[in-house]
């Protein structure tokens, strides 16, 4: 998944991490119900735990199922604090860009999810969700009829293999790498260095468009997660005609309800509606609404205080990663009228304090730390129970295999940290070893974050600079090997419901590059055996697999010290309409909202 706007699930689709991101993760859930009970609210969030469907060529065939009451007309405001770090499709993993790619972007796949929470994987651009065949290791997708870009340009099959081709180059180092791993192998860049833009393409063998209707992607081993993977906003179509490589990021080109008429990068983007769009081929989207003003910079505070005041243009706005601020929530949950306009749910996310591996080589510090991190007082600065719940290890309540009492480190039980114990293990350390840089993204969540950290941390007697980070980049910058920090905060959630999507894109040895999630730099060799075993077994078989090499990197590597859960909590304007929980996104669903008046 992308983290919290940590990158969903990064399908998982980010959230609240960076200052309110984090990576995005594709989840099930039930949703709307978070609230103050964490043992319930950890009960219903292992509903996003259950596998999800896929669905046939009638499920997948539009229009999608009318929003009851829904209008058209209008324009819809949103707030977000931070700027977009990434538009290219290719690029995107975290939430922010991953909520706004749900209005642009269209894929080969997408999720769909029923009022009762039940999520299924249907036929966006393709007919159907996919059809396999030699034992899993065959998908072939057929486009359907009449799908265009913005442009007039008809989709077809060379669109869908360029689409795969670029996120081979360069220039794309920040969005997900199931796709081009499977089809490749780890160093898959080697395999297309130019990412399609020269004569060299994939081959038939690997990728094959035998006509301009039909796309087959041929494994060296079943990929029974592909119709998900396909789902993902990383993989939304980038037509071939019209693309700018590096500058695609800034101007890309819609296959979506709505197109961008103006972009103000860090201050405002303007969505109008996709004309070229055509309701009849997409069982998911609306365009209810005329456009989309999104404003950055815009705190959360501010956000909550003008949509607790409801008036004017106020009326008819959302919240897009960002939500309650946590000094108001009291104020939003007290007053029924503004209560209503709520919707809340548990997120896939955990958050963590990420040790940077290349850096923090002694293990003690990283235990110490680990003890000593207060998990009460940063939960307290997210809004405490409505915010999140206490982690005690890598695997979030929505995983399968989610383990609630392994707690290694008590956490559970000293949730404002063990100062004894951190301080027994420091004694011997020396003072050296005892200065930590630790970078913090320059929003309201990010400050409340770094006064967490420093206060917990020096009580121990370590020494922490703190350094600031723009909030947009948060991830990008943390994202980069040879950054110059300690530790960080980061958040990371399921792609899809299984541990493979946590384990292996934020702890595996092969995936230590620039712009990828393993944000510690682990290179552990038992954990990539670990992981190299769990991914040809079964699911059933593979829990176990999955929960060793947890509970290995937790108690022998310690690349990271869980902090929390988190939960969603966001306020709509009172003339918003259709806006309830998404799990997918783990956010408002932004597909389904309308003005009433």
């Known amino acids: 998944m992308m983290s919290h706007s940590s990158r969903t699930a990064r399908a998982v689709v980010v959230a609240l991490a960076a200052g309110s991101l984090v990576l995005t993760a594709c989840s099930k859930n039930e949703g709307g119900k978070s609230g103050t009970d964490s043992k319930k609210d950890q009960k219903e969030a292992s509903v996003q735990s259950k596998a999800v469907t896929y669905a046939d060529s009638a499920a997948s065939t539009g229009p999608a199922e009318e929003v009851p009451g829904a ?35 269209r894929r080969l796949t997408q999720f769909q999810e029923d009022d009762k929470g039940n999520v299924s994987v249907v036929g966006d651009l393709a007919t159907d969700s996919g059809k396999s065949s030699d034992g899993g290791k065959t998908w072939t997708f057929t486009l359907k009829d009449g799908v265009k870009d913005e442009k007039g340009n008809p989709i077809t099959s060379a669109d869908v293999r360029h689409t795969v081709e670029r996120t081979y180059a360069k220039f794309i180092f920040d969005g997900p790498t199931y796709l081009q791993t499977w089809l490749s192998g780890a160093d898959y860049r080697k395999a297309l260095p130019d990412g399609g ?38 993989y939304g179509i980038v037509p071939e005609k019209t693309d700018t490589k590096e500058k695609y990021d800034k101007a890309p080109v819609s296959t979506g309800p709505y197109k961008i008429a103006e972009n103000k990068i860090g201050k405002s983007m303007t969505l109008v509606k996709n004309t070229n769009w055509d309701p009849k081929t997409d069982s998911v989207r609306h365009q209810y609404v005329n456009g989309f003003n999104i404003q950055f910079g815009v705190t959360e505070s501010t956000q909550t205080k003008r949509l607790i005041a409801d008036q004017g243009d106020n009326k008819n706005a959302i919240q897009l990663t960002n939500g309650v601020e946590a000094t108001q929530i009291q104020d939003v949950i007290g007053a029924p009228e503004v209560n209503k306009r709520t919707v809340k749910g548990y997120q896939p996310f955990v958050m963590q304090l990420s040790f940077n591996l290349d850096r923090v080589k002694d293990k003690k510090v990283r235990e110490a730390v680990t003890y000593a991190v207060n998990s009460k007082s940063l939960i307290a600065g997210e809004g405490g129970a409505y915010g999140g719940d206490v982690a005690p290890n890598y695997f979030a309540p929505t995983l399968p295999g989610y383990e609630p009492a392994y707690d290694p480190y008590g956490r559970l039980k000293t949730p404002q940290g063990n100062i ?64 110059p920090y300690d530790m960080y905060i980061s958040g990371w959630g399921q792609d899809w419901p299984s541990p493979g999507t946590v384990v292996t894109p934020i702890f595996d040895g092969t995936q230590v590059t620039d712009g990828s999630p393993n944000y510690s730099h682990v290179k552990d060799p038992k954990v990539d055996a670990l992981i190299k075993k769990a991914l040809t077994q079964e699911p059933t078989e593979a829990a176990a697999t999955w929960k060793e090499a947890e509970h290995y990197l937790l108690e022998n590597v310690i690349p990271a010290a869980p902090l929390w859960y988190t939960k969603q909590f966001q306020l709509s304007g009172s003339n918003v309409g259709g806006a309830r929980y998404g799990s997918v996104s783990s956010l408002l669903d932004i597909n389904r909202v309308y003005l009433k008046s």
């Open 420 to 483: 004894a114990k951190a301080e027994e293990i420091l004694k011997d350390v020396p003072d050296s070893e005892k200065t930590l840089v630790f970078a913090y993204a320059n929003s309201e969540a990010g400050q409340k974050r770094k006064v967490a950290i420093e206060d917990a941390l020096t009580k121990v007697g370590l020494k922490i600079v703190s350094k600031e980070v723009d909030s947009a980049s948060y991830y990008e910058q943390i994202g980069k090997l040879d950054n």
């Open 197 to 234: 833009f020269g004569s060299k393409h994939l081959p038939a063998s690997v990728l094959d468009t035998p006509d301009d209707k039909t796309v087959v992607f041929h494994f060296d081993t079943a990929r029974p997660d592909l119709p998900q993977t396909l789902a993902m906003a990383g």
């Open 71 to 105: 209008k058209s007309g209008g324009t819809i405001t949103v707030y977000q604090e931070a700027g977009l770090s990434h538009l290219d499709p290719g690029q995107i993993y975290v939430s922010d860009a991953g909520q706004v790619a749900n209005l642009l972007f």
